[in-house]
């Protein structure tokens, strides 16, 4: 008995512990927020030279996955351990702190595998 109940034990560890440190993906959309200045190109915005230092930071640490520009908006996908998380790392941005750009982030759930690579 005590043999079952500690390897119940073990696997329900085992399962938390895992699903606390399953990274998900969620998915950052930028716009330009009150302090952009559309008189000025992005490298004359205030903050926006950190911010671009940042999301390189990001994509060398491996926590951004994918980037691209749409209409007027800009696109991340970034892994975290939970939206709460996630939302802390795009926050932490000096150019949102101060609202040069607009942030929402929201969980990406994938429903087609693939890759994406720019046309060639």
Same mark, same amino acid.
């Given at each position: 008995?005590?043999?079952? +109940? +500690?390897?119940?034990?073990?696997?329900?560890?085992?399962?938390? $512990?895992?699903? &606390?440190?399953?990274?998900? *993906?969620?998915? $950052?959309?930028? %716009? =330009?927020?009150?302090?952009?200045?559309?008189? #000025? !190109?992005?490298?004359? &915005?205030?903050?926006?030279? @950190?911010?671009?230092?940042? *999301? !390189? &930071?990001?994509?060398?640490?491996? $926590?951004?996955? /994918?980037? /691209?520009?749409?209409?007027? #908006? !800009?696109?991340? =996908?970034? %892994?975290?351990?939970?939206?709460? /998380?996630?939302? @802390?790392?795009?926050?932490?941005? =000096?150019? =949102?702190?101060? #609202?040069?750009?607009? /942030?929402? $982030? @929201?969980?990406?759930?994938?429903?087609?595998?693939?890759?994406?690579?720019?046309? #060639?």
């Amino acid at each position: 008995m005590k043999t079952v +109940l +500690l390897f119940a034990i073990f696997i329900l560890s085992t399962h938390l $512990v895992y699903s &606390q440190s399953t990274d998900s *993906l969620y998915a $950052v959309t930028y %716009t =330009v927020g009150p302090l952009w200045d559309m008189t #000025k !190109g992005p490298n004359e &915005q205030p903050y926006f030279k @950190e911010h671009s230092a940042r *999301l !390189g &930071q990001l994509r060398k640490d491996g $926590v951004i996955k /994918a980037g /691209a520009r749409f209409g007027e #908006k !800009g696109l991340i =996908v970034i %892994t975290a351990t939970s939206l709460i /998380a996630a939302k @802390e790392i795009i926050v932490a941005d =000096v150019a =949102v702190i101060n #609202k040069l750009f607009n /942030a929402e $982030v @929201e969980k990406l759930n994938i429903f087609y595998d693939g890759c994406l690579e720019r046309p #060639k």
